[in-house]
T-cell receptor, first 112, second 115 residues
Framework: EDQVTQSPEALRLQEGESSSLNCSYT??????LFWYRQDPGKGPEFLFTLYSAGEEKEKERLKATLTKKESFLHITAPKPEDSATYLCAVQDPRAAGNKLTFGGGTRVLVKP | DTEVTQTPKHLVMGMTNKKSLKCEQHMGHRAMYWYKQKAKKPPELMFV???????INESVPSRFSPECPNSSLLNLHLHALQPEDSALYLCASSQAQGATGNTIYFGEGSWLTVV
């Protein structure tokens, strides 16, 4: 069965302290890797879709990159409002309807 | 702001009640989804509708009954639920089910508490 593993499970940062979140996956024939941000008690908010190794996408202080086996979400000079759980998910071409498989998430807390 | 709207935001129901969760999207998407999310866990897929037809049921108990009245609306009918069914229920939509790189957009969710 395909696995999506996110690390670390939790990350405490000082404001301005850059860091990276990891999402490793085992699915073959990846059709898309998705990053979402989720605030407590709310639905996941779409951030990025990555399709192929070497691809990078940026949005404000966030930058997502993709290799053949993992993706990184870099947070540059984070602010307290970047505190959230970050979820990655992969689209499995072998699952019915190209179902998304989610990782367990990384809870990020940015302290002022 | 999300373009997938869910109502109600919070629902408390007894184990003998019948209630419904509602979802609406105005993005012209043809696939709609119900997910269930427990605290500190990722969303789990429950149902997928594609072109208003149920295409995936992830072995969900029959006390959950989905309905897709039209391409913009999705309901989840609830009956005889158990306390362990308490969770955040997420509606989502995408352009089409199964397409490569098919981005799924989520609503804000409905918090369900079963007492």
């Amino acid at each position: 069965e395909d696995q999506v593993t996110q690390s670390p499970e939790a990350l405490r940062l000082q404001e301005g302290e850059s860091s990276s979140l990891n999402c490793s996956y085992t699915v073959s024939g990846l059709r898309g890797l998705f990053w979402y941000r989720q605030d407590p008690g709310k639905g996941p908010e779409f951030l990025f879709t990555l399709y192929s190794a070497g691809e990078e996408k940026e949005k404000e202080r966030l930058k997502a990159t993709l290799t053949k086996k993992e993706s990184f979400l870099h947070i540059t000079a984070p602010k307290p409002e970047d505190s959230a759980t970050y979820l990655c998910a992969v689209q499995d071409p072998r699952a019915a309807g190209n179902k998304l498989t989610f990782g367990g998430g990384t809870r990020v807390l940015v302290k002022p | 702001d999300t373009e997938v709207t869910q109502t109600p935001k919070h629902l408390v129901m007894g184990m003998t009640n019948k209630k419904s969760l509602k979802c609406e999207q105005h993005m012209g998407h043809r696939a709609m989804y119900w997910y269930k999310q427990k605290a500190k866990k990722p969303p789990e897929l429950m149902f997928v509708y594609s072109y208003e037809k149920l295409s995936i049921n992830e072995s969900v108990p029959s006390r959950f009954s989905p309905e897709c009245p039209n391409s913009s609306l999705l309901n989840l009918h609830l009956h005889a639920l158990q306390p362990e069914d308490s969770a955040l229920y997420l509606c989502a939509s995408s352009q089409a089910q199964g397409a490569t790189g098919n981005t799924i957009y989520f609503g804000e969710g409905s918090w369900l508490t079963v007492v």
